[in-house]
Each structure stands twice: as C-alpha cells, then as structure tokens.
C-alpha cells in the first residue's frame, strides 16, 4: 500500500533501533508522525512524548484503522483512569498507548513499537 | 440447568410481525425458553419489522435499520425461525401446524398474524397499478408504480391512508384522498378538527375529496386510471393505493374451527386463550370484549398477558387505551380517550379553535367538571402528554380546566413530575409507571442510562423521552443525589466552575490548572475545553507552545480535518463581501495547490484538499494578499451572514453589509463553548435568514433589533426577539454582554440554542442580566469582551511567522514527501477524495 519510504534500503535488516529523528522534532504531550521500515515493509508511526511521565515516549500506528486515513499522531493524548491514550482526531475512538488496544472496540488494536531515546536521538526497535 | 429438549413443550407462534417477535423477546427474558422449544413462522421474507415507522422506508431508512431484530438472535437463544413459510393450516386433530414445506407438531400455539388492508368490493379494484400500504413489499410495489405515475390516489381518509398520501406527496406524485366519510380521520377528530385537517392538509398541495363512495374503476383518458364516484363524477389517476381499514387475518382460525367474531378477529378471553385453549392470539388478529385493538401497544400488553398464560402466571390483558398522538403530514393530531365524548352521558366540553394559527383543541369533561374523560388536539400535540397524565391517572382537574388548552406564553402548562402518582404510566410501549422507575433508583440507579436499561422506558416509540428524563431528575434530587455534572474524570468541577477558577486564578495553562485542580494527564474532552476557557479569557494564541497539545487537530493546525486527513482552508471573508482582486488570488491559490473550491452556506469559500505540509504555504500567500484566518476550525465566532442591504436593495432600511462587516471584526477570534453564527438583514423581508443564527440583527427604520439564541442545522430554532430599535453603539453593547455571558455560563459544546433553553427564568433572566444589569455583571462581561478584542491576532500569520511553530506542519519528522495515502480523483472538474 504505502510507495515511499525515507529509509535507506541497508535498514531493512531484521530487528534493529532506527534513528527516527531528534528530541527537537518532538512536541510535548503531543504527536508528530515518522516513517519505520519494519520486516513487512515501510509504516507510518506516530511517537507521542510525555515528559515527567513514568514513560515518557510511545511509538504507535500512525493509521487509523476506523477513517482509514493516517492521522494518529494529530489526535489528543490523555488517560483513562491513568492509562494513556490517544483519541483519533477523526471519530474520536480512544487508543492505549501501551499496547495500541482500541478502548471502544475490543477487536481492533494498532500496532506498537519499542522506542526509546539515545542520547538526543529518539531510536525505534523494529 | 435447562430442562434437556425433549422434555420441554413446543410452542409454535404464527406470524413474526412487531407483536409476535415482542412475544418472543418476552420468552427470552422471562426464562420461558427453559420450558418451550419455539418454532416461528413468519409469512414474510423479512424478520420482524417496525411497522410503526414503516414510511420511513420512502424517507431514507432501508429493511434493514428497520427491523427489529436479526437472526443472529433467534439462533443464540435456540429459536427456530422460519421465515418465507406460511403456516396453511392448523390441524387441531393430530396437533401439528402445516406448511408448504412440512408437518410439524406442537404442544401450543400462538397466532399473531396481525391483520391485511381490506379493499372495497369495487370493480377494478384489482387492475395493475392498484396496491395497498402494510408490508415493506407493499412499498417496493408503490415506488415501482410511481415511477412510471404522475399522479396518486388514496381511498380512505384515516390514520394510514394520510399516511399513505404523505408517501405518495414524497414520491412526486400529485396526490389525493377520497374518503367516504364527510370529514377526514373520522374515528380520531369532529367535524371542526376535520375541517382545519383538511385545510392544513390541502395547504400542503393534497387534494381532499370527502364523502365520495367510489363506484368503479375503468380505465383513463389522461392517466391509467378513471375512478367513477355516485355522483358520476370522476378522478383520474395513475395510481391508487386503498386504506380503508383492516380486516383480521384470521383464516387460520376459522378453517379449524375457532370461534371468530362475527366482523372477525379471533374471540380471546383475558388470558389470550382462544376457544381452544391450547391455542393463543395475541395482537391485531385477536378479538377481546368485541373490540380489535390496530394499535401496537395493546398487542404488546397482549403479548405480555400471553406469556404469563404460558408460564402459568397472573397477569391478564384488560383492555387497552387507544388514545393516539400522530403527526400526519407534518400536522400534529391527537386524541385521548372518549374525544367525541359520546360515550359518557352528560359529558361537558371545552373547545379552543385558532383559524389563524390553525389549531383546535377541545376537552371532554365529567358533569362536575373534575374528571378528564377525553380530549383532541389537531395542529399542536404539545398539549398531550399532560393531558394524558390527567387522564390516565384521574387526577383532579385545576379549577378553570380550560387553562389546559388555552395558549400561554411558554406553551402547555406542564404538570411537574411531582404531581403525578406512583401508578402514573410514563412509558405505555413497555407500561413503566412512575414507581417503576423510582423503584430502580431507590434499588440504586444514578443516572437516566441505567434507568432505561432497567426498565427498557423509552426504548420503544421514544414519546416518553422529555417526560422520563423529568421524573428520573426529580426522583433523584429528592432523594438528594448530586446529579453528576463533572465535566470528566480529570476535573471534580462544571465548565462554568473551571472558566471561574481560571478567572479568579488567573491561571493561565492547562499544567497549571490540572495540577491544582484537578489530577492525571488530562483527556480529549477536558483539554479542548480548558483550551477554549483560556482562549475566551485571556486569548493567546492557541498555538503557544502551552497550548497547542490541548487542541483538538482543527484547532492545532488551524484548518479543518478532512475525511481523508486533508484540510480546509477558510479564509474569513467579513460580511461576504469580497473584492475582485481577493477573488481572484482565492482561485489562483487554489489552482497552485491543487484545491477544491466550494462556496458555503456562511457565505465564504472554502478550499479543501490542502495537505498538511502545505499549509504554511498556502497561507502565507493569502495573508501576503490581505486574507485572515476565518476561525472556521474553531468554537468561535464563524461568520456574520448579510443580505445586500440599502446600499443596493430598493427595500433595505439599513447598511447591512457595513454592519456584519463591523460585527464579524468586532468578535473574530472570540472563543465560546460552541461556534457562534451571526446575520445581519437591511430590513424585515430577512433575506439573511438571521432568525435562525445565535445573534440575529434585522434593520428597522430607526435601528437594529437584536433577535437572540437561534439555530439551523439539526435542530432549528428560531431566534428570540431580544430588544428593539438600537443604535450601532447600543447594540455592540448588549452583544458584548450576552456574549460573555454565554461564554460564563454555558456547558462545553453547548449552542446558545440549547443554552437558552435550559437557563432558569429563560428569556426574561436574560434580559434582566443584560438589559437591565440585575447581576451588576454589565461593565465586567464588557471589559472582558475588550480585552478578547484587543488581544486578537491572525493565528495563521502569527504561525507562520514563527519556527518552531512551523515544525509541527511537516507530515513526517524524517522525510519531506508527502502522505502517500491521500489519492484524489476528479469530479465535475475538481478534485474529491478517492
Ligand atoms: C403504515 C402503518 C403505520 C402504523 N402506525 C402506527 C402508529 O403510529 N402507532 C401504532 O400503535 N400502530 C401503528 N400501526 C399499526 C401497527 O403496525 C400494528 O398494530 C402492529 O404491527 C400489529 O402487530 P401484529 O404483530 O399483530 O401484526 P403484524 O405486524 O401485521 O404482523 C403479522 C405478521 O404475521 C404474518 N402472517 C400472517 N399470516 C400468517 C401465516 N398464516 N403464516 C405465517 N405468517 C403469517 C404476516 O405476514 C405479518 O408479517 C401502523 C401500521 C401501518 C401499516
Ligand atoms: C422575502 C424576501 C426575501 C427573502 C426571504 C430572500 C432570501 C434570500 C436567500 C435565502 C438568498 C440566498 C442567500 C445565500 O446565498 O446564502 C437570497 C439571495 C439573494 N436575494 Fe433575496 N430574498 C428576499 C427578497 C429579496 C429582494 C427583495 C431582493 C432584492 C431586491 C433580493 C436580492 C437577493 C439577491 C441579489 C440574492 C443573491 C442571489 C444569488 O445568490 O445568486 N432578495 N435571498
Ligand atoms: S432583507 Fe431587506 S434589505 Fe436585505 S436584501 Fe432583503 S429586502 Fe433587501
Ligand atoms: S450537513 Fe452533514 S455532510 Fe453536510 S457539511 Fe454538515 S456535517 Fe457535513
């Protein structure tokens, strides 16, 4: 489905830490949208960063599955009842961060990445 | 544990229409399917439908969002359903039920197959293109005619037939009604009712033709179809649907041997047994103390009183009231008990008629004019519900009774909840009274949800729905349950108590005020609304750092989320009034970047299309030609609608333009708990429609009258006429007033519309408080308002002068290109989302 990829092609090795981009490109308590190679090929993520907070970034599915448009990182952060989520801009459906489970729908669950930062750099497992 | 199948009795129900699947819902609930194995047979293809609301088939609704049920259903709970089969006899010697397919055994049986439209015996009345009104087939059938019809006829003026012609009027056709009786809706309303009927219904373009017996139908010279009446007169038509009754379908019964009455139905006594008591009826077929109830309520009490025959339980069918509240053709029509008052001796009546406004309303009183023993109301059903609570519960009436029908001000007076007793029906779908539901609550209910989940009130027709909310609120304050109004689970506080805290704090970020006030990280619902408190007070830019997390992504990126995950782009055009030039960059921007242009009902254009990343871009060239943002993403003040007013128009009075130019910069910017629409008209002909707008602003010779709290969209409502004859400063004034105080006041995404109606004291309070300062607020909600007006700034030019602020509009943080994902294709000349 997706065609472009800003990776180079030697990051399609197996399970590595990708550099995705700075602490500078982030914004707090919000999102910005990125590109992964993952194994079945190039994904949109969205990493949210939480500053202070017990974890403080989040790397989950850019797409949202309901409007089938790539909007999750543009949707407000929040918890319900202390657990993160983040609300689809689109329909509203809340998604968990920890494990991308859909609050309103049991059936439906994004996908989630291991990430991390590294020095400055804020590094994906995929 | 249940009883192993062979054990149980089988029980076969005939007919799977609203009152034999009601059966079947009560058979799941009360646990009978421990004791039953249950076969259906339904005649139709379809399952169970609502055949209430069986013309909203025309208006959009398929078979499907009709139903009332699925298989899925029938199958967890191990019913048999059967559907395409119908039963053809009943064979009471061997006890086993016959179709086309088989023989199958039973233990019992119910009949609920309803009943069919009778035709009269007339010749012709079977010709191509003659039909009738009951079954979703039936409709199919009628909008394949219409289509090669221009013209439409029904036979028979009650209930179903104006339904029917309503139907006919929505399928373009040019419609008529011919009943035989001298007025329309015989049963439900006299003949003054009649007669403003019959003006309202004609007013509607309906052709009403009364006290014609048609004597046959023969073919036509101008249409399909020539129908002779007594007279010899004639009607010609391409199409005609009879309505003139229904008859019981009750052959089943007389083919194996039931008692039947003597105009049919199948004789039941209190228990829904039929002359054989292994056999039940229940619903329309059935005939109790000579009467047919065609009414779906009576057939689910039956359904009820059946069941508890089966389960060997007491509850017994009692009769039913037919008391009905309709709306024919868009005209309120409603009758309570004995309305022609014929069947009490010495009977009195009040009657109320309005030829003007075309309302009739009149009561039927006992001889000491204390009982309500019925009622009718054409034209204004307002009025039912209190008096059905007279009636129903044989409350006293007040001592002038006539006040019940006489217009007031603020409508019917309405009988508080507190009034009624304990045995008060507030729900007749699923017969929950007033104990029921203050049983719930003292079992623990705290909220109207849960209310209505335990006694299903109001989830039949949904008539009841103003009434329940009032009792659940009533029962729960008196019970002094603090009605839970926090605004979510991260602030213990109203919207009106935040906006407070933030005032008197002064605080000025979400961080700030969620820590002290509140705990977590916040939520979709709280953080928008905080945002737009903020907004209201202090009016920074809603792309501060501080703020941009908290803003819904219209708000963030200042345009207004696509359904594909494009934006619009709407630049604020004051008053609608644009220059050449300006309309010209619009298209030109709009070719560049490969944008849809449409004009919009606020009277601006709005691109759409725009990707993300561009928008920066995009704007930077409208602002470079003197566009600003037009907030059309915000809960803010959108746009101020004007007719062309006295500079062109021979009619104006007034400057209409200059003055929603004025206005529309005097409050851009402004954040509220819900978008704000104005409209300004040069005089009284309203040509921009400002009535229907939060603040609405017509021309008078000497002025501006100010009209407040109206709505289009999905539930219209029409402005109130605030005060008259203001001076350009006199009304900047008030508006600054009312304006703040909404925003004070108001819940989060509340309208002024809904607002107003739920302020205490309603439109005098308001007048009060803006008018005549009552509250000593006046100078501090316009101060407030000035520094919203000084501290306004273009969000887009302040962004895009701005870096940082710029990072956020990049679509991916390491890769340039754009989303993929976004495919357009074109149509009529521009492009569309794919
Ligand atoms: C257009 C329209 C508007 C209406 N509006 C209102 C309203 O506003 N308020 C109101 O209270 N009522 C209204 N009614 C009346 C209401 O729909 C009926 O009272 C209700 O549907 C009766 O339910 P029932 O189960 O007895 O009959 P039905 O709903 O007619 O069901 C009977 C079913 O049994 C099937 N059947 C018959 N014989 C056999 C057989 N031998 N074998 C198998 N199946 C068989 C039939 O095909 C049918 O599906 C309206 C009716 C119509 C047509
Ligand atoms: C009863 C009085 C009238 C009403 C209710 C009325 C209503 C309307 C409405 C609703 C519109 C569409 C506005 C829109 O595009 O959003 C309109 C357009 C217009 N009206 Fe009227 N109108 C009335 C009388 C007049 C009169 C008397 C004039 C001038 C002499 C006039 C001139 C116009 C013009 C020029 C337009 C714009 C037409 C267009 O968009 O192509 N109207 N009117
Ligand atoms: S409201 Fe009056 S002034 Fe305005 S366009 Fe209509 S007729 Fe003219
Ligand atoms: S009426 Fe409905 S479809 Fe049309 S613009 Fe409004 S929300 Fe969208």
């Known amino acids: 489905m997706n065609t472009a990829t800003a990776l180079k092609d030697e990051a399609h090795t197996d399970v590595t830490w990708q550099t995705i981009c700075t602490k500078a490109d982030l914004v707090t308590f919000s999102g910005v949208a990125a590109w992964l190679a993952t194994a079945e090929g190039p994904a949109q993520v969205a990493i949210f960063y939480l500053p202070g907070h017990a974890q403080e970034l989040y790397a989950i599915d850019h797409h949202d599955p309901f409007s089938d448009a790539n909007v999750i990182a543009r949707g407000i952060v929040g918890d319900i009842k202390g657990e993160p989520v983040v609300a689809s801009p689109i329909y509203k459906q809340h998604f968990r961060l920890e494990d991308g489970s859909c609050v309103e729908d049991e059936s439906v669950t994004l996908r989630t990445w291991p990430v991390r930062f590294d020095g400055e750099k804020v590094v994906i497992e995929a | ?834």
């Open chain 2, 1 to 834: 544990m249940t009883t192993p199948a062979s054990t149980k009795q089988r029980l076969i129900i005939i007919g799977n229409g609203m009152v034999g699947h009601h059966l079947v819902e009560q058979l799941v609930e009360q646990g009978a399917l421990d004791r039953y194995q249950v076969t259906v047979f339904g005649e139709e293809r379809h399952l169970a439908y609502d055949r209430v609301h069986l013309s909203e088939y025309f208006s959009g609704r398929d078979a499907d969002s009709l139903a009332l049920s699925t298989a899925d259903y029938y199958a967890e709970h191990g019913i048999e359903l059967r559907l395409n089969e119908a039963v053809l006899t009943i064979d009471r010697q061997a006890n086993e039920v016959v179709t086309d397919q088989d023989r199958y055994p039973y233990d019992r049986v119910v009949l609920a197959t309803g009943s069919f439209p009778f035709v009269p015996p007339i010749p012709g009345n079977d010709r191509d293109g003659c039909l009738v009104y009951r079954t979703l087939e039936d409709l199919d059938a009628i909008r394949a005619a219409a289509e090669k019809a221009n013209t439409g006829v029904v036979v028979g003026g009650g209930l179903l037939g104006l339904e029917a012609a309503n139907a006919l009027r929505g399928l373009d056709l040019d419609t008529a009604v011919v009943e035989f009786a001298p007025r329309l809706m015989p049963m439900q309303v006299d003949t003054e009712g009649g007669e403003l009927l019959r003006e309202k219904i004609e007013s509607l373009g309906v052709q009403v033709l009364t006290e014609r017996a048609t004597q046959c139908i023969e073919d036509g010279d101008t249409a399909r179809h020539r129908m002779v009446f007594q007279d010899d007169k004639i009607l010609e038509t391409d199409l005609i649907v009879f309505s003139a009754g229904i008859r019981p379908r009750d052959e089943l019964a007389r083919d194996c041997g039931l008692e039947v009455g003597e105009r049919g139905g199948v004789v039941i006594d209190d228990q829904c047994l039929t002359s054989d008591p292994q056999i039940l009826a229940i619903g329309e077929v059935a005939l109790w103390n000579q009467s047919i109830f065609g009414l779906v309520a009576p057939g689910y009490q039956m359904a009820k009183a059946a069941l508890s025959t089966l389960m060997g339980g007491e509850t017994r069918f009692q009769g039913a009231d037919m008391s009905t509240k309709l709306k024919l053709l868009g005209v309120d029509v409603g009758s309570i008990g004995d309305a022609h008052g014929n069947q009490n001796p010495g009977a009195r009546n009040f009657r109320y008629l309005d030829q003007i406004k075309q309302e009739y309303r009149k009561l039927v009183v006992s001889s000491d004019g204390k009982q309500l023993l019925g009622a009718m109301l054409v034209g204004d059903n307002g009025y039912f519900d209190t008096l059905m609570q007279y009636y129903d519960n044989g409350l006293e009436l007040p001592d002038d009774p006539a006040s019940l029908i006489l217009p007031s001000s603020e409508g019917a007076p309405a009988l508080g909840p507190d009034a009624l007793p304990e045995t008060a029906t507030i729900c007749s779908c699923h017969n929950v009274t007033k104990g029921d539901i203050c049983a719930t609550i003292d079992a623990g209910a705290v909220d109207l949800a849960t209310v209505k989940g335990d006694t299903k009130a109001s989830s039949g027709c949904g008539g009841c729905a103003a009434l329940l909310k009032s009792v659940v609120d009533h029962e729960l304050t008196a019970r002094g349950v603090e009605v839970d109004q926090s605004i979510c689970e991260h602030f213990a506080h109203t919207r009106q108590e935040l906006y407070d805290i933030v005032r008197v704090e002064g605080i000025k970020t979400f961080g700030e005020l969620i820590e002290t006030h509140g705990h977590g990280l916040g939520c979709d619902i709280c953080k928008p609304a905080v945002a737009s408190i903020l907004a209201s007070c202090f009016n920074e830019p809603i792309t501060d750092a501080a703020h941009v997390p908290l803003q819904d992504t219209n708000d963030t990126f200042m345009a207004n989320m696509q359904k594909n995950g494009t934006y619009s782009v709407v630049p604020r055009i004051a008053g609608g009034e644009i220059t050449p030039d300006k309309l010209v960059v619009l298209g030109q921007v709009a070719q560049k970047y490969g944008l849809y242009t449409k004009v919009t009902g606020g009277q601006r254009i709005d691109l759409f299309g725009a990707r993300l990343e561009d928008l920066p871009d995009i704007w930077g060239e409208l602002i470079e030609a003197g566009f600003e943002t037009g907030h059309a993403y915000g809960k803010s003040l959108r746009t101020v609608k004007s007719c062309v007013g006295s500079t062109w128009c021979r009619y104006g009075v007034q400057d209409s333009v200059g003055m929603a130019i004025q206005l529309e910069n005097r409050y851009k910017g402004l954040r509220a708990p819900h978008k704000i629409k104005f409209g300004v008209s040069g005089c009284t002909r309203e040509c921009a429609e400002a009535q229907s707008k939060d603040i609405g602003i017509i021309a008078t010779e000497h002025g501006w009258n100010l009209y407040v709290c109206g709505n289009g969209g999905m539930r219209p409502r029409h402005a109130e006429l605030f005060a008259t004859d203001l001076n350009d400063e006199q009304l900047y004034r008030t508006i600054d007033r009312f304006l703040m105080f909404y925003v004070r006041t108001a819940d989060r995404l509340q309208r002024t519309s809904v607002w107003r109606e739920n302020l205490e004291g309603g439109l005098d309070y308001l007048k009060e408080v803006i008018l005549d300062d009552s509250l000593g607020l006046g100078d501090e909600l316009e101060r407030q308002m000035q520094t919203v007006i000084d501290n306004y700034q273009c969000e887009w030019a302040d962004a895009i002068s701005d870096p940082e602020k710029l990072k956020r509009f990049r679509s991916f943080v390491n890769d340039a290109r754009p989303d993929p994902d976004i495919i357009f294709t074109s149509e009529r000349g521009q492009l569309r989302p794919a």
